[in-house]
């Protein structure tokens, strides 16, 4: 039965990168200052929020089709609200309205801070009135007017919506400026800002004081960061630098890095600094020099293997993992055929690969015709994930017989799964289940231990691999055990 009246429960769900994670997760810490829990079905919610990504067509499907399941919610409890947020409501705008006539408001990305008052406003109002707060497109003003209508919106955090008690997201940029063709960020995000330092390393102290163990920095081309506080200048090593040494922070992470961006002072960060992680996402997209240019990247293939050898001549041990677009206007068979040698040569620990997706809006669907067939563009990330994967496989069989240091995470997903078929717990015993956790490299490591261990770091000696697991068993752990509960890892 439909519930009645204002019970300040809230549901939301989130799709896209780790930004809008890092969003939902500031959005439900601001609305609980108003009172509000959250909940994990819509049913129970008399609030409900969509945090969209608008970067592939799937991603807005997906949302278009849950809000679509609501179309009649109001029907039993008119003091229901449903508003969508993020890059697609930044985006769409009216459209969203057009298409889900039930939606109160709509919230770009820059204006989160206006939720809790909308939400307020759509309650109180005697007649339904359809409502949006974004920021300006990238045409509708000056830099500076158009900057400061996106607002870098970091006050409160929420640790339930954390991947896990012990690890936190920290935005030091918001924006991006590069406009490759094919992307939506530069509108849906804005232009390139990076916060001060001094308010990161504030952040970052806060997080370690709540128990916070590994940060990862965000921003759409993270190493492009720059920000020039009390005179100085300061460059993403220079901050890695600053927040080093907080006490209770033991590992730093940080995505996605733009490739003519990875300067040899932010290598030397990396190798230098123990608590900085050795791993590296930067994202390649594509092996033919043609269509880097069609994709306006601003680099080449071969600017691309200067940087891999800087990477590999300056850290060594350090992982690289990239994206790829297969199936872009106008790709060849031998321009695809590029893409797969670069995959081979570079050999990165993992790649992300998407069929292209025209988005509105974006140079490509107005410059280039979307002329490869899906079943091409199918049968092109097929044959490139197959590649990634054998040598992934390869890779990780290099690790056998080694000891890798890992930051215990969970359970692992299908000790999560089976946990949560098996209603039946013994109380107060703690029994050994299949943990995962992340090696220094960003590997994955799963091995059995007691559950006591989340929230530590254990040295595990590699048994076994698959193309995406190493498998081991512990060698040694820490003395000091974390009181954190056992959650089970989100995807």
């Known amino acids: 039965?439909?519930?009645?009246?204002?019970?300040?429960?809230?549901?939301?769900?989130?799709?896209?990168?780790?930004?809008?994670?890092?969003?939902?997760?500031?959005?439900?810490?601001?609305?609980?200052?108003?009172?509000?829990?959250?909940?994990?079905?819509?049913?129970?919610?008399?609030?409900?929020?969509?945090?969209t990504c608008s970067v592939r067509e799937h991603a807005e499907h997906k949302i278009y089709s849950a809000l679509g399941r609501l179309k009649y919610a109001k029907r039993g409890n008119p003091q229901k609200v449903i508003g969508v947020m993020g890059c697609m409501a930044q985006k769409d705008q009216d459209l969203i309205f057009h298409r889900a006539p039930h939606v109160d408001f709509v919230v770009g990305t820059g204006q989160l801070a206006e939720i809790p008052r909308l939400i307020k406003e759509t309650?109180?109002?005697?007649?339904?009135?359809?409502?949006?707060?974004?920021?300006?497109?990238?045409?509708?003003?000056?830099?500076?007017?158009?900057?400061?209508?996106?607002?870098?919106?970091?006050?409160?955090?929420?640790?339930?919506?954390?991947?896990?008690?012990?690890?936190?997201?920290?935005?030091?940029?918001?924006?991006?400026?590069?406009?490759?063709?094919?992307?939506?960020?530069?509108?849906?995000?804005?232009?390139?800002?990076?916060?001060?330092?001094?308010?990161?390393?504030?952040?970052?102290?806060?997080?370690?004081?709540?128990?916070?163990?590994?940060?990862?920095?965000?921003?759409?081309?993270?190493n492009s960061y720059r920000h020039t506080e009390n005179g100085r200048m300061y460059r993403l090593s220079d901050l890695l630098a600053l927040i080093h040494d907080t006490n209770g922070i033991e590992r730093i992470r940080f995505i996605t890095s733009y490739p003519k961006d990875m300067t040899n002072d932010l290598l030397q960060a990396v190798r230098d600094l123990p608590k900085a992680v050795r791993y590296l996402h930067v994202p390649l997209q594509h092996g033919c020099n043609e269509i880097l240019r069609q994709m306006k990247r601003g680099y080449t293939v071969e600017e691309y293997r200067d940087m891999m050898h800087s990477i590999r001549t300056t850290i060594p041990d350090c992982s690289v993992s990239s994206d790829f677009i297969v199936g872009f206007c106008g790709e060849s068979e031998p321009a695809h055929q590029?893409?797969?040698?670069?995959?081979?040569?570079?050999?990165?620990?993992?790649?992300?690969?998407?069929?292209?997706?025209?988005?509105?809006g974006t140079k490509a669907a107005t410059m280039f015709p979307d002329d490869i067939a899906d079943r091409i563009k199918r049968q092109r990330n097929n044959d490139m994930l197959d590649l990634q994967n054998r040598i992934s496989e390869e890779d990780n069989a290099a690790f056998i017989g080694r000891q890798v240091r890992v930051l215990v995470e969970g359970p692992s997903k299908s000790a999560a799964k089976q946990a949560a078929r098996n209603t039946k717990r013994a109380s107060g015993i703690s029994v050994a289940t299949q943990?995962?956790?992340?090696?220094?490299?960003?590997?994955?490591?799963?091995?059995?231990?007691?559950?006591?261990?989340?929230?530590?770091?254990?040295?595990?000696?590699?048994?076994?691999?698959?193309?995406?697991t190493l498998i081991g068993s512990i060698v040694t752990r820490d003395v000091q055990h974390s009181s954190t509960e056992m959650l089970p890892i989100l995807s």
Do not use: W
């Open 123 to 222: 309650r109180g109002l005697a007649g339904r009135v359809q409502q949006k707060a974004v920021s300006l497109g990238r045409r509708d003003g000056s830099a500076a007017k158009i900057a400061g209508s996106f607002q870098s919106y970091d006050p409160l955090r929420d640790p339930e919506m954390r991947p896990t008690p012990f690890q936190a997201f920290v935005r030091i940029m918001i924006g991006c400026d590069k406009f490759c063709t094919y992307c939506v960020v530069p509108a849906t995000r804005g232009p390139e800002q990076s916060r001060p330092p001094s308010q990161i390393a504030q952040e970052v102290s806060v997080l370690a004081h709540q128990g916070v163990k590994e940060i990862t920095l965000l921003g759409q081309t993270v």
């Open 435 to 468: 943990l995962m956790g992340r090696s220094d490299c960003d590997r994955i490591v799963v091995f059995d231990g007691n559950p006591r261990l989340v929230g530590t770091t254990a040295d595990i000696e590699v048994h076994d691999c698959t193309g995406t």
């Open 338 to 360: 590029k893409s797969m040698d670069a995959v081979s040569e570079f050999r990165f620990k993992n790649s992300f690969i998407f069929k292209y997706s025209e988005r509105p």
């Open 1 to 51: 039965m439909p519930d009645q009246g204002h019970n300040r429960q809230l549901y939301i769900q989130t799709v896209g990168c780790q930004m809008n994670l890092l969003d939902s997760e500031l959005v439900v810490a601001a609305l609980r200052k108003d009172g509000y829990e959250l909940t994990d079905t819509p049913k129970c919610a008399d609030t409900i929020l969509f945090n």
